[in-house]
C-alpha cells in the first residue's frame, strides 16, 4: 500500500508543479474510500479509460517524464487488495484519485 500512497502522491506533486498556490490532499471519505486531491493539470475525462494501463499518457513525456507505469501499478495492487480505484478530473483544474479496499 505504500506504493499506492507514493504513486499517487508522487503523481499529485507532479502534475501541481507549475500551479501557483499548489495544493496536494489525502482523505478518506464517509464512505471509506481514499482520496488522492490536487489542483493541477487535470486532463479530459474522456480519456480515463487508459489512465491504468501501463505505457498508456495523457501528457507529453517531455512535460511530465515518468515511465508511465505509476497508476497500472497502483491499479493492480488495489484490485490485489479486492479494491477499487477511479480518478475524477478536469483540465486545468486538478484531479482526485479515489480508492478502496
Do not use: C
Amino acid at each position: 500500500l505504500r506504493a499506492v500512497i507514493e504513486n499517487l502522491v508522487g503523481n499529485a506533486w507532479k502534475f501541481t508543479g507549475a500551479t501557483q498556490d499548489a495544493r496536494v490532499e489525502v482523505g478518506r471519505m464517509d464512505d471509506g474510500a481514499f482520496y488522492v486531491r490536487d489542483n493541477g493539470v487535470g486532463f479530459d475525462m474522456a480519456y480515463s479509460d487508459k489512465l491504468f494501463n501501463a505505457f498508456h499518457r495523457l501528457h507529453k513525456e517531455s512535460d511530465f517524464p515518468g515511465t508511465g507505469v505509476g497508476l497500472a501499478t497502483v491499479s493492480r495492487i488495489v484490485a490485489r487488495h479486492r479494491g477499487r480505484v477511479w480518478a475524477e478530473s478536469q483540465p486545468g483544474a486538478g484531479t482526485t484519485f479515489y480508492f478502496t479496499l
